[in-house]
């Protein structure tokens, strides 16, 4: 095993902790951007170590076909390849699955693609992704598991699950590099709390180095998101990280750590982005909006990175669908506010301050977004209210599930029985 686990402080079932790894040591709860082919489209890696990005996530099948791993392996690696000083992970090419779902064909010896690049075949085993792994040298590989969209019911979810659990020993027996990689296994099994709780069993019973949640994201309604999360860090090691993979949104973050759960990843800071879109503590603010022509205001005032310090909404207003520093800009911005949202998280819990930063980051969202009586419901398992008896006032939930925002007032009202 490459990495240790040290939980550093708790809230219920949110935890703080240190995570070393071969090449960086990281603090939890964090966010990983994806650099799916080495690079975070529109940024260098200083400027990702100045916004104090921890982990980049490498895709394993892109890197595979361009640059091709063989290259990526004589030149040292990936982390020499990209420059890149602090921790990788790399994933297994399983999510492929499900995107490239018309280009792949799945059999028990693994997946077979057809290259979007120039339509050649390529068959991809659990034994050919850890060796592709190998070769990219990232601190923690993934292993290959059979992934189906969380949405689909009925045998091939079960089918999925049990195939998982058979290519981790294949994954494992493949592994030529367990003194510098992690191997981390994939719990799946849909949203079907059997299958998952199956999954779960087979996975710890094979002591692997940290585990990672599989399978969601995917459209499937958040009370069920949040629901198979919890399940899985309650039966997941104490002394061991967890992943919620695919996961970007900042309040699935927040929510997902309360739960237990340690890491995550997602496009969603840089894609949006690109499409004009900057992350705030009230939501999203969209810069291709005309109100932001004449708008002399940094994206959010408060925000202390390179971009709100140096420029104004109409300035990238008036660039952002025009010319490619506009979405750099955006790109740098949103993932500041990733790994900031990364560090309060850290911080908070560590210093016994969680359920007030949950409270107030609450209360900043539900100016702009609608929150889902689910999201209160599914923090109950955290006593947070319990900690900390902030006011808010959902006694009519029609007022929330019909899309209505409520602005609250947090003087007047008795704290909700989550």
């Known amino acids: 095993m490459a990495l240790q686990f040290e939980v550093l402080g708790r809230f219920n079932r949110a935890r703080a902790a240190r995570l070393t790894l071969p090449h960086y040591q990281c603090q939890t709860p964090l966010f990983m951007p994806v650099g799916t082919q080495g690079t975070i489209k529109g940024l260098a890696t ?6 104090g990005c921890q982990i980049i996530l490498g895709n394993t099948y892109h890197l595979a076909l361009r640059p091709t791993t063989e290259l990526i392996d004589e030149l040292g690696g990936l982390h020499e390849f990209m420059n890149w000083p602090r921790a990788l992970l790399t994933d297994s090419g399983g999510f492929q699955m499900v995107s490239l779902l018309d280009l792949a064909e799945i059999t028990e010896e693994g997946v077979t693609f057809r290259s979007p690049v120039d339509g050649k075949p390529m068959l991809l085993t659990p034994e050919q992704s850890i060796r592709f792994q190998n070769q ?6 993934m292993a290959l598991d059979d992934v189906v969209k969380t949405t689909i019911t009925g045998p091939r979810i079960e089918e999925a699950m049990y195939r998982t659990l058979r290519w981790i020993d294949r994954c494992i027996k493949a592994h030529e590099k367990p003194d510098t990689q992690n191997l981390f296994g994939i719990v799946q099994g849909g949203l079907d709390p059997v299958l998952r709780d199956i999954c779960l069993r087979g996975m710890v019973d094979r002591d692997l180095p ?8 995917g459209g499937e309604d958040k009370d069920s998101f949040w629901r198979v999360v919890a399940q899985c860090t309650a039966s997941l090691p ?7 993979m695919g996961v970007g949104y900042p309040l699935d973050i927040v929510v997902c750590s309360a739960l237990g759960a340690d890491m995550y990843d997602c496009v969603y800071p ?3 982005a690109r499409f004009g879109t900057a992350l705030v503590p009230a939501g999203v603010l969209k810069l291709t909006h005309n109100a932001m022509a004449d708008d002399i205001r940094p994206i959010d005032p408060a ?20 010319d490619a520093m506009g979405s750099q800009l955006l790109s740098y911005h949103n993932l500041h506010y990733m790994m900031k949202l990364s560090r309060d998280l850290h911080s908070s819990i560590l210093h016994g301050k969680f359920p007030e930063f949950v409270c107030k980051f609450l209360q900043n969202m539900v100016l702009i977004f609608t929150l889902h009586i689910d999201v209160f419901c599914c923090l109950k398992s955290t006593h947070i209210h319990d900690a900390y008896d902030h006011r808010w006032d959902i006694v009519n939930p029609l007022t929330v599930t019909t899309g209505q925002l409520v602005l609250l007032d947090l003087s007047l009202h008795p704290a909700p029985r989550f």
Do not use: F, W
């Open 46 to 51: 200083n400027q990702l170590e100045e916004i």
């Open 270 to 272: 840089t894609r949006t």
């Open 210 to 217: 940290g585990y990672a949640i599989g399978g969601l994201a």
């Open 238 to 244: 104490e002394d061991k990280p967890r992943y919620v």
């Open 303 to 322: 925000c202390a990175c390179m971009v709100c310090k140096n420029y104004s909404r109409a300035y990238i207003h008036s660039m952002v669908t025009k």
């Open 136 to 141: 990219i040298g990232a601190d923690i590989i």
